[in-house]
T-cell receptor, first 113, second 114 residues
Framework: AQSVSQHNHHVILSEAASLELGCNYS??????LFWYVQYPGQHLQLLLKYFSGDPLVKGIKGFEAEFIKSKFSFNLRKPSVQWSDTAEYFC???????????FGTGTRLLVSP | EAQVTQNPRYLITVTGKKLTVTCSQN?????MSWYRQDPGLGLRQIYYSMNVEVTDKGDVPEGYKVSRKEKRNFPLILESPSPNQTSLYFC?????????????FGAGTRLSVL
């Protein structure tokens, strides 16, 4: 079965620091990859997605992610974080074999002003 | 406004008292799903439905039931809630094949079972 690993459970950064959150998935076939964000007290929102094409995808609020097929990875990056980026970030994957979205365990990001 | 609506947002109940959490979407989506979110475990799928009258188990279906009699509604039923079902629940919908589409999430229902 497909699984998703997010190795950073809690990340604390100062404003303007750079961010990289790791995400690895297990299935080696054709996959679609997502990053969702959950701001405090809110529902999940799509940050960005990769379906095909350019492996470097750009999302909302200055976030980007790079799909590296050989490493089964889809890491999330932002050059300079803001206090408003404080949230929980979830990596997720779907594949052709299963009709479901498999989530990682999430990374809580705290950005101090 | 396109949205997924869950009710109630907060619910406190006691063990064994049947409850239903409603979910409704106004986007004519075929695919709907229920997740529970627990600290350190992320979101885990409970049940999903690919269309009316078509439902299937997700990863953690025990203790839950669903029905899909209409396209827009996908209620989650706990026949006999237990404390281990205390969690944050999200309903989501997607236009069709989940492989090709993003999911839209409701605001969540925080359930406490005493």
């Amino acid at each position: 079965a497909q699984s998703v690993s997010q190795h950073n459970h809690h990340v604390i950064l100062s404003e303007a620091a750079s961010l990289e959150l790791g995400c690895n998935y297990s299935y080696g076939g054709t996959v679609n990859l997502f990053w969702y964000v959950q701001y405090p007290g809110q529902h999940l929102q799509l940050l960005l997605k990769y379906f095909s094409g350019d492996p470097l995808v750009k999302g909302i609020k200055g976030f980007e992610a790079e799909f590296i097929k050989s490493k089964f990875s889809f890491n999330l990056r932002k050059p300079s974080v803001q206090w408003s980026d404080t949230a929980e970030y979830f990596c997720a994957v779907t594949d052709t074999g299963f009709q479901k979205l498999v989530f990682g365990t999430g990374t809580r990001l705290l950005v101090s002003p | 406004e396109a949205q997924v609506t869950q009710n109630p947002r907060y619910l406190i109940t006691v063990t064994g008292k049947k409850l239903t959490v409603t979910c409704s979407q106004n986007m004519n989506h075929e695919y709907m799903s229920w997740y529970r979110q627990d600290p350190g475990l992320g979101l885990r799928q409970i049940y999903y439905s690919m269309n009316v009258e078509v439902t299937d188990k997700g990863d953690v279906p025990e203790g839950y039931k669903v029905s899909r009699k209409e396209k827009r509604n996908f209620p989650l039923i706990l026949e006999s809630p237990s404390p281990n079902q205390t969690s944050l629940y999200f309903c989501a919908s997607s236009p069709s094949d989940i492989f090709k589409n993003i999911q839209y999430f409701g605001a969540g229902t925080r359930l406490s079972v005493l």
